[in-house]
């Protein structure tokens, strides 16, 4: 069966500083792949969508990128991390139409 | 642009009561349709989707969905909730179904009194 490990968990950075979160998918193949930030009342915004190794696609101008090294593997970084970073990320992947399948996510303060 | 509206974003019931929960899309050609749930302190999970057929989707814990493509709505509803429905409901829609774009609802957090 297919499952998706994001991490960390929750991470508390300071403004300034760099930023890797990492998800991997395990059991499909060429999945795409997404990461979300959800706000309190105002859903998922779709901040970065992958359809392939090396693909990477922006949906939102903003102070963060991606990057897909692997097949399974999409990473979310900044270089320098604003205060405004702070939220919840979330990772997912799909096949198709199939639906999204969402990783835990991950709690960031920049503080 | 598209959207998904849900338009209640917070609704509190006693147990046993019935749930309506509205979502209308903007999107005027074919569409898959989702509804996610999120449990406190858990990820998004899966609650049902459309994709096409019987307008009527039945999916975990008793909830089911309907879709009405005049009214480009697919309210979720469940007859009678527990407290343990307590959660946030998010509606989603795949458009053009297929491809990478689904765009979420902003949520309605759901509360179930004892």
């Known amino acids: 069966s297919q499952t998706i490990h994001q991490w960390p968990a929750t991470l508390v950075q300071p403004v300034g500083s760099p930023l890797s979160l990492e998800c991997t998918v395990e059991?499909?193949?060429?999945?795409?792949l997404y990461w979300y930030r959800q706000a309190a009342g105002r859903g998922l915004q779709l901040l970065f969508y992958s359809v392939g190794i090396g693909q990477i696609s922006s949906e939102v101008p903003q102070n963060l990128s991606a990057s897909r090294p692997q097949d399974r593997q999409f990473i979310l970084s900044s270089k320098k991390l604003l205060l405004s970073d702070s939220g919840f990320y979330l990772c997912?992947?799909?096949?198709?139409?199939?639906?999204?399948?969402f990783g835990n996510g991950t709690r960031l303060t920049v503080t | 642009a598209q959207s998904v509206s849900q338009h209640n974003h917070h609704v509190i019931l006693s147990e046993a009561a019935s749930l309506e929960l509205g979502c209308n899309y903007s999107?005027?050609?074919?569409?898959?349709l989702f509804w996610y749930v999120q449990y406190p302190g858990q990820h998004l999970q899966l609650l049902l989707k459309y994709f096409s057929g019987d307008p009527l989707v039945k999916g975990i814990k008793g909830f089911e969905a309907e879709f009405i493509k005049s009214k480009f709505s697919f309210n979720l509803r469940k007859p009678s909730v527990q407290w343990s429905d307590t959660a946030e409901y998010f509606c989603a829609v795949n458009t053009p179904p297929g491809t990478y774009k689904y765009i979420f609802g902003t949520g309605t957090r759901l509360k179930v009194l004892a």
């Open positions: 059991g499909t193949s060429n999945p795409n």
């Open positions: 999107y005027g050609g074919t569409v898959n």
């Open positions: 997912a992947w799909s096949t198709g139409g199939s639906p999204l399948h």
